[in-house]
């Protein structure tokens, strides 16, 4: 199988269970790695052949800015059965990162792998 990814998807969301993460969208950092079957697409040169990363980015950014969760790993979840929704998609990959939630960290977060169909 091939794969798709995005790195580092800069999105502005609620998710926080402190009052001033309730109230105002923060940053959120997501990559995503999208195990697919590009060899249709390739042979013919066609992007309705595969999974447009900037569609894919698209989505992703407008489920995140929709939705409000107080843990990443409710919010992580979420995305990947969205994701995995999607036709030819056959596992995904997701990091959600939280850049400044802890002092003297970059970043915190958290890593899924899901498969269609679980």
Known sequence: ???IFIHN????GILG??????????PILISTVITTDITQAAEDDDILKTISYSTLSK??????????????EA???ALAKDILKKDRVEEVWLRIEKPGAVADAEAVGIEITRHKGH
């Open 75 to 77: 919010l992580i979840e």
């Open 59 to 72: 989505d992703i950014s407008k489920f995140v800015k929709a939705t409000h969760y107080f843990t990443i």
């Open 9 to 12: 998807l800069h999105v502005e």
């Open 1 to 3: 199988m091939d794969k």
């Open 17 to 26: 269970v402190h009052p001033y993460e309730q109230n105002t969208p923060r």
